[in-house]
T-cell receptor, first 112, second 115 residues
Framework: QQPVQSPQAVILREGEDAVINCSSS?????VHWYRQKHGEAPVFLMI?????EQKGHDKISASFNEKKQQSSLYLTASQLSYSGTYFC?????????????FGQGTILTVHP | DTAVSQTPKYLVTQMGNDKSIKCEQN?????MYWYKQDSKKFLKIMFS???????INETVPNRFSPKSPDKAHLNLHINSLELGDSAVYFC??????????????FGSGTRLTVV
């Protein structure tokens, strides 16, 4: 079952912050975050593992609440280059162990 | 050197034709995937191979047949193309299938248009 992302779209000015949420109805092993720019391939940002820590690099970080099966991506002091569609991908336990199922995407637009 | 390369980048063909998309990765990864991205940007897994073995086969029409001659290559053959097959097809790879602890590296995609 597909994870649900919110919001569907975000419009920011440079320097503003944003949070994108990802929620699943299944017990999760890991959550991935990707960014896709128009006409390009999705690019891996980070992965959060069950029992792992909050991760981040530069001004993008993420958290994973195992009990609620939710993850959030935090973008601080946004830059023009952050524009794109952000996808979370979830990998559940059990027989779906290795399969990554993507959310519907969140379109982030950063204006000067 | 491109990590995951797909050919062709664009494919325009008529209904009923048969076409193939090729994918190669030079990352030494064990697992490769085919994903379909529709016009609403929804990314849906189709197939996955781990070391040439088919491990994920989603509910995909049997007109789609993947083949992995070795762990660095994964091809997708589509028979009797239909209008609804129009989409962007992405190949991806990851170091391991189980557990899913590594990010995927995606190819640049093949935009298939069926007319």
């Amino acid at each position: 079952q597909q994870p649900v992302q919110s919001p569907q779209a975000v419009i920011l000015r440079e320097g503003e912050d944003a949070v994108i949420n990802c929620s699943s109805s299944k017990a999760l092993y890991s959550v991935h975050w990707y960014r896709q720019k128009h006409g390009e391939a999705p690019v891996f940002l980070m992965i959060l593992l069950k029992g792992g820590e909050q991760k981040g690099h530069d001004k993008i970080s993420a958290s994973f609440n195992e009990k609620k099966q939710q993850s959030s991506l935090y973008l601080t002091a946004s830059q023009l280059s952050y524009s794109g569609t952000y996808f979370c991908g979830t990998a559940a336990g059990g027989t779906s162990y290795g399969k990554l199922t993507f959310g519907q995407g969140t379109i982030l637009t950063v204006h000067p | 050197d491109t990590a995951v390369s797909q050919t062709p980048k664009y494919l325009v063909t008529q209904m009923g034709n048969d076409k193939s998309i090729k994918c190669e990765q030079n990352l030494g990864h064990d697992t490769m995937y085919w994903y379909k991205q529709d016009s609403k940007k929804f990314l849906k897994i189709m197939f996955s191979y781990n070391n040439k073995e088919l491990i994920i086969n989603e509910t995909v029409p049997n007109r789609f047949s993947p083949k992995s001659p070795d762990k660095a290559h994964l091809n997708l053959h589509i028979n009797s193309l239909e209008l609804g097959d129009s989409a962007v097809y992405f190949c991806a790879s990851s170091p391991l299938y189980h557990p899913p602890s590594y990010g995927y590296t995606f190819g640049s995609g093949t935009r298939l248009t069926v007319v």
